[in-house]
């Protein structure tokens, strides 16, 4: 199947656009490229996102600009920059890019976060290959990034097996090891699934003992308050 990339624009030639920039990687089978016109609403194109489970999203800046191609006549509440920052809330580290034809008011405005993340349409998708010879494509830099973010995943899943093995035989973790092996923990639920991941502090075992000793402490405090009657 290859990896699922989407494109979030208001217009159909945009998206074409951006479809003919991997044609050579659909047509190898490693990329499968999927457009979509932004929805009305922040929340419900989210939604259609988590639905589609991507292995990366790239969103055009200004959404509300064309009303031509969309399915009907709405506005779009959002710019693409806050799409972005929305799903990476979700999915922290996600491969996520903005692509404008006007990225310098992209990377200006106060709805971007991050300027690293603003490429231009026309540079990086309809003329990538001018000066592939010397630099990265941009398609190349979307591949390399979901490949190193895979590959972030995969590592934190082999350390943390690793540490919960030595658990599961009986080895006692050192303080370093434990926060090392909640911290994997956080980030691989987060990049999953960042509403549902369990805070760090819930998770860490000296909060278990820091609350037993306080009940421990209150015991003893009612026992002696008992005595004393």
Request: aromatic residues 10%; negative net charge.
């Amino acid at each position: 199947m290859g990896y699922k990339i989407i494109f979030v624009d208001e217009q159909r030639d945009e998206q074409n656009d951006f479809k003919a920039a991997f044609a050579e990687f659909i047509r190898a089978g490693k990329v499968n490229v999927i457009t979509l016109f932004p929805a009305e609403d922040l929340d419900e194109m989210i939604e259609r996102i988590r639905q589609e489970n991507p292995d990366a999203l790239v969103s055009d800046w200004s959404l509300n600009d064309f009303k031509e191609d969309l399915p009907r006549y709405y506005d779009v509440s959002y710019y693409g920059s806050e799409l972005v920052e929305a799903f990476l809330r979700i999915r922290e580290g996600f491969p996520c890019f903005i692509a404008s034809s006007f990225d310098s008011d992209a990377s200006r405005s106060n709805s971007t976060k991050d300027v690293n993340l603003v490429y231009s349409k026309e540079l990086d998708i309809e003329h990538h290959k001018d000066n592939q010879d010397k630099h990265l494509t941009f398609p190349q830099k979307i591949l390399l990034q979901i490949e190193k973010y895979r590959a972030r995943i995969t590592e934190a899943e082999e350390s943390l097996e690793q540490l919960h093995a030595r658990k599961r035989q009986g080895n006692n973790l050192s303080l370093k090891e434990e926060d090392e092996l909640i911290r994997l923990d956080s980030f691989l639920e987060r990049a999953l699934d960042t509403p549902s991941a369990i805070p760090e502090e819930f998770k860490k075992s000296s909060n278990s003992k820091q609350l037993n000793n306080l009940i421990n402490s209150v015991n003893e405090l009612l026992e002696k308050v008992k005595n004393a009657n």
